[in-house]
């Protein structure tokens, strides 16, 4: 069953709008330039009366995992989505600090033009390479008791990491998204809406799917109806595939 995570969650009633209509999760942004910015207090306040089986993910951009993970613990969440922006890199500090999380799941954002066109070259480097350390080695030294690293793919630039409400083009990314999903979870992010995630699933086969703007009446608020569709389309299109 694809996993469904409701991002951008602002207050209380949107988050138990997403609960309630299925989400397996809810995202909470801390990137500084998001107009779905929220505080840690809010935030924490929101997660202390969700349910314990809906996951709660710590979005964050650009700023060290260190301070991130800092975030993640006074908040409770069970997930940490991070977007590197021109980072690749972790140092041991930042790797000492999210092993000692237990239990905490990664989610490592990036643009998916990254692997498009040119970018396609860089598709070897998120694999596993038997002659030299890959990408994918750096980021899975991350040492979690819960596993697995997935990455999510949106359509945002390393300027504007997420939050765009435009989609990347499917069938360019169909064969780069394949090959990624071949060993990482592959969630994708950008542009989606209940009249569109079907063909989105349809063309990708992702592992999960994660909205903003098209499930929102204005940024920071949800339209219930809108996330209720957008679960149903889901719902519907495991069906039609399982």
């Known amino acids: 069953m694809t996993w469904v995570k409701i991002c951008g969650m602002t207050n209380l009633e949107d988050a138990l709008v997403a609960v309630d209509a299925g989400a397996d999760a809810v995202g909470f942004v801390f990137y500084e330039k998001s107009p779905r910015r929220v505080s840690v207090e809010?935030?924490?306040?929101?997660?202390?009366?969700?349910?314990?089986?809906?996951?709660?993910?710590?979005?964050?951009?650009?700023?060290p995992l260190v301070h991130a993970l800092e975030t993640v613990v006074r908040v409770g969440f069970d997930s940490i989505q991070e977007y590197p922006m021109t980072r690749f890199g972790l140092d041991d500090d930042s790797k000492s600090k999210a092993a000692g999380v237990d239990g905490l799941k990664v989610y490592w954002g990036f643009p998916m033009?990254?692997?498009?066109?040119?970018?396609a070259k860089n598709v070897p480097g998120f694999l596993p390479q038997k002659q030299k350390p890959s990408l994918s080695m750096m980021i899975s030294s991350v040492e979690m008791s819960a596993p697995p690293i997935s990455l999510l793919l949106d359509s945002g630039g390393f300027q504007q990491p997420g939050g765009t409400g435009r989609t990347f083009d499917w069938h360019e990314a169909q064969s780069a998204v394949k090959q990624l999903n071949s060993y990482w979870k592959i969630v994708v992010a950008g542009g989606l809406t209940p009249e569109n995630v079907r063909e989105a699933i349809e063309i990708l086969h992702p592992w999960g799917v994660d909205v903003v703007s098209g499930v929102e009446a204005s940024p920071g608020r949800k339209d219930p109806a809108k996330v209720r569709a957008f679960i149903t389309a889901v719902r519907d299109m495991d069906r039609r595939v399982g």
Do not use: Q, S, W
């Not at 809010?42 to 951009?61: D, H, M, Q, S």
């Not at 033009?113 to 970018?119: I, T, V």
């Open 42 to 63: 809010k935030a924490r306040e929101i997660c202390e009366k969700l349910p314990t089986n809906v996951e709660k993910v710590g979005v964050f951009a650009g700023e």
């Open 113 to 119: 033009a990254m692997f498009l066109g040119e970018g």
